[in-house]
């Protein structure tokens, strides 16, 4: 199974300020998701980090607001721009195994926006 | 546009009773997930369940798939204090490796 861990686990942010969340993989994954995960909410999937191309972006989310880094198959970044209130939420990197079809997530980044 | 969902949204049960968490999915999808999560934590990976009439078990929880009826259940058996936790399912957009993830279950097990 894919180990992964996240950087930074918590922080708080003040409004108005950008946090960049770090994602690492044990092994070589060709897919790589961001999920966002709001207090007492299910999980939202925010973009699938592709490497060697831009990300994709679902609806209600842009890359200007959530621009996103994959410069190899181990790691990527998530940066969460121009923060508000509502940008606090957990934050969670997830890779797909295909021998398995497990999907993996990593330990998770809580931001909170003040 | 796939659409997950789960019921009952809560629950509260009694050490050593059984029951059902129902997740119902809206269109086509040729495999089935189940997570746990603990307050604070992230998701765990119970099961992947890849085909229909798949079943699988893992202690006292055991996971069946019905893609003809779009439908997976997760079923506690004797439940006791340690399954106290919220269990989401999430079903891949059919072609692609997108999860959409269901309401969640927040389960409570009172001794």
């Known amino acids: 199974s894919a180990v992964i861990s996240q950087k930074p686990s918590r922080d708080i942010c003040q409004r108005g300020t950008s946090l960049t969340i770090q994602c690492q993989v044990d092994s070589q994954v060709t897919m790589m998701f961001w999920y966002r995960q709001q207090p007492g909410q299910s999980l939202t999937l925010i973009a699938t980090?592709?490497?060697?191309?831009?990300?994709?972006?679902e609806s209600g989310f842009v890359i200007d607001k959530f621009p996103i880094s994959r410069p190899n198959l181990t790691f990527s970044t998530l940066t969460v721009s121009n923060m508000s209130p509502e940008d606090s939420s957990i934050y969670l990197c997830?890779?797909?195994?295909?021998?398995?079809?497990?999907?993996?997530f990593g330990p998770g980044t809580r931001l909170t926006v003040t | 546009e796939l659409k997950v969902e789960q019921n009952p949204l809560f629950l509260s049960m009694q050490e050593g009773k059984n029951y059902t968490i129902y997740c119902n999915y809206s269109?086509?999808?040729?495999?089935l997930y189940w997570y746990r999560q603990d307050p604070g934590k992230s998701l765990e990976s119970l099961f992947v369940?890849?085909?229909?009439?798949a079943v699988k078990q893992e202690g006292r929880l055991m996971a069946s798939l019905d893609t003809k009826a779009r439908l997976s259940t997760l079923h506690i058996t004797a439940a006791v204090h340690d399954l106290s936790a919220t269990y989401f399912c999430?079903?891949?957009?059919?072609?692609?490796?997108?999860?959409?993830f269901g309401t969640g279950t927040r389960l409570t097990i009172i001794p």
């Open positions: 369940l890849l085909s229909n009439g």
């Open positions: 980090a592709n490497q060697g191309s831009e990300a994709t972006y």
């Open positions: 999430a079903a891949p957009n059919f072609g692609n490796e997108k999860l959409t």
């Open positions: 269109t086509t999808s040729d495999r």
């Open positions: 997830s890779v797909r195994d295909y021998h398995s079809y497990e999907q993996y």
